[in-house]
């Protein structure tokens, strides 16, 4: 009997209905991001354009911290015109007429701030201008009858200055204790085997330290910063030093930047609004920024085929977010994957809040007000890159797939 031939295999329609079903729910809720929620109050950038959120638009002038109320005010002018004070750790050279190895010597200042002289004297140092250290102890190895009273028979002269500690509070990134102009051991080493008579740490001027404690917020008040000292403070004008621009008396040029103490407190009130000015590298903020990113959308399946590496998350401080998603490889590829979606996680300075914004990448590139919802990167924001629609239902598609594939095989062979 001849065999006759076996109809070719159709897909039933129950399984295509099952299929086209399955694959429409998962890509029903596809179709745009949904809006990330926000407390209120977590906006402090005009560009990041959060709904139903208000952002300061104006600076003022802060008043004066409250710690200061008791404290004399001085001229900014008055704590720059002692740039010798003296700290722990300072290496000093003393030199007596007629004396070689009794009390002519090399000395550190110690750790409780004190000028110890062969176990003779011990000297109030820490605080203080080695003149009027120099002069005290002359006095007192006078008085001991140690040396002569004779015009210029004691030299003091500085050979290392160190770091020291200081306390940077206010609208910094990280505020804290940091010691400033700490120097590697191997450039301390180098000091000391070259000795030379006078020493300059410019470490340890006031702008300094405050690069050191992150630099600068986009809301910090830059012609409002307070230098205490003791039971004295100056107010100090650091509008000059983003150059070309005018300080508050009305005059450009270099601003004051004195050199700082052990014990120092630098206080930079807010102004309560955000300063574009400010975010960008300068002697005050922050030379730049590292950002987190993720970008597993197709065709990249991993962070390193993405080539997101140490490199691409150091970006300068001043970069917006379109720039931060190039440097993930967010931007570009085919036309099904062009349209790709992005989040930014920042963190409000002045708060501690966190915001988290969506956008659109293709209106990044191609829409014209790009710089009004295109905010700055801050230290320690985040990017993440999603994929585009169509992507998304290519591997609804492809789990739909995978899903009824074997059911549908089966079902297609029964006789």
Same mark, same amino acid.
């Given at each position: 009997?001849?065999?006759?031939?076996?109809?070719?295999?159709?897909?039933?329609?129950?399984?295509?209905?099952?299929?086209?079903?399955?694959?429409?729910?998962?890509?029903?809720?596809?179709?745009?991001?949904?809006?990330?929620?926000?407390?209120?109050?977590?906006?402090?950038?005009?560009?990041?354009?959060?709904?139903?959120?208000? =952002?300061?638009?104006?600076?003022?002038?802060?008043?004066?911290? #409250?710690?200061?109320?008791?404290?004399?005010?001085?001229?900014?002018?008055?704590?720059?015109?002692?740039?010798?004070?003296?700290?722990?750790?300072?290496?000093?050279?003393?030199?007596?007429?007629?004396?070689?190895?009794?009390?002519?010597?090399?000395?550190?200042?110690?750790?409780?701030?004190?000028?110890?002289?062969?176990?003779?004297?011990?000297?109030?140092?820490?605080?203080?201008?080695?003149?009027?250290?120099?002069?005290?102890?002359?006095?007192?190895?006078?008085?001991?009858?140690?040396?002569?009273?004779?015009?210029?028979?004691?030299?003091?002269?500085?050979?290392?200055?160190?770091?020291?500690?200081?306390?940077?509070?206010?609208?910094?990134?990280?505020?804290?204790?940091?010691?400033? @102009?700490?120097?590697?051991?191997?450039?301390?080493?180098?000091?000391?085997?070259?000795? #030379?008579?006078?020493?300059?740490?410019?470490?340890?001027?006031?702008?300094?330290?405050?690069?050191?404690?992150?630099?600068?917020?986009?809301?910090?008040?830059?012609? #409002? =910063?307070?230098?205490?000292?003791?039971?004295?403070?100056?107010?100090?004008?650091?509008?000059?030093?983003?150059?070309? =621009?005018? @300080?508050?008396?009305?005059?450009?040029?270099?601003?004051?930047?004195?050199?700082?103490?052990?014990?120092?407190?630098?206080?930079?009130?807010?102004?309560?609004?955000?300063?574009?000015?400010? =975010?960008?590298?300068?002697?005050?903020?922050?030379?730049?920024?590292?950002?987190?990113?993720?970008?597993?959308?197709?065709?990249?399946?991993?962070?390193?085929?993405?080539?997101?590496?140490?490199?691409?998350?150091?970006?300068?401080?001043?970069?917006?977010?379109?720039?931060?998603?190039?440097?993930?490889?967010?931007?570009?590829?085919?036309?099904?994957?062009?349209?790709?979606?992005?989040?930014?996680?920042?963190?409000?300075?002045?708060?501690?809040?966190?915001?988290?914004?969506?956008?659109?990448?293709?209106?990044?590139?191609?829409?014209?007000?790009?710089?009004?919802?295109?905010?700055?990167?801050?230290? @320690?924001?985040?990017?993440?890159?999603?994929?585009?629609?169509?992507?998304?239902?290519?591997?609804?598609?492809?789990?739909?797939?995978?899903?009824?594939?074997?059911?549908?095989?089966?079902?297609?062979?029964?006789?």
């Amino acid at each position: 009997m001849p065999l006759l031939p076996r109809p070719p295999l159709t897909c039933p329609a129950r399984p295509l209905r099952t299929f086209a079903l399955l694959t429409l729910a998962l890509t029903s809720g596809c179709a745009t991001m949904p809006t990330p929620g926000n407390l209120a109050g977590a906006q402090y950038q005009p560009a990041q354009r959060v709904p139903d959120a208000t =952002v300061a638009d104006r600076c003022t002038t802060p008043a004066l911290p #409250a710690a200061l109320g008791p404290l004399v005010v001085e001229p900014a002018e008055a704590l720059a015109a002692f740039p010798d004070i003296l700290g722990p750790g300072d290496r000093l050279r003393i030199d007596v007429s007629g004396d070689k190895d009794v009390l002519s010597h090399d000395y550190v200042i110690t750790a409780n701030g004190s000028l110890i002289i062969n176990g003779i004297a011990a000297i109030p140092a820490t605080g203080r201008t080695s003149a009027a250290v120099a002069q005290d102890l002359r006095d007192r190895l006078v008085a001991a009858g140690l040396i002569r009273p004779i015009a210029n028979n004691l030299r003091l002269v500085t050979t290392e200055r160190t770091g020291v500690a200081v306390s940077v509070e206010g609208a910094v990134f990280e505020p804290g204790v940091i010691v400033a @102009g700490d120097r590697p051991n191997d450039a301390r080493a180098t000091t000391v085997a070259n000795a #030379a008579l006078g020493d300059f740490n410019n470490g340890r001027s006031l702008a300094t330290a405050i690069r050191a404690a992150g630099g600068l917020r986009p809301d910090a008040a830059l012609d #409002a =910063v307070y230098l205490v000292r003791g039971d004295r403070y100056a107010r100090i004008d650091l509008s000059p030093v983003l150059g070309g =621009v005018m @300080g508050s008396d009305g005059t450009g040029g270099l601003p004051v930047d004195p050199q700082l103490a052990r014990g120092d407190r630098i206080i930079i009130p807010s102004a309560g609004c955000f300063q574009p000015r400010l =975010v960008r590298p300068s002697p005050v903020t922050a030379p730049g920024i590292r950002v987190y990113m993720s970008n597993l959308s197709r065709p990249a399946a991993s962070n390193a085929s993405s080539a997101i590496g140490r490199d691409s998350t150091s970006l300068p401080y001043g970069t917006r977010f379109l720039q931060g998603l190039i440097a993930a490889n967010c931007v570009g590829g085919s036309a099904m994957n062009a349209a790709r979606s992005a989040v930014l996680i920042s963190r409000n300075p002045v708060n501690g809040r966190s915001v988290v914004i969506a956008r659109k990448v293709e209106a990044l590139v191609r829409d014209s007000d790009r710089d009004e919802v295109d905010p700055y990167l801050m230290p @320690g924001d985040a990017i993440a890159c999603y994929d585009s629609t169509a992507m998304t239902i290519v591997d609804a598609v492809g789990v739909v797939g995978n899903l009824l594939g074997p059911a549908v095989l089966v079902k297609s062979l029964k006789p």
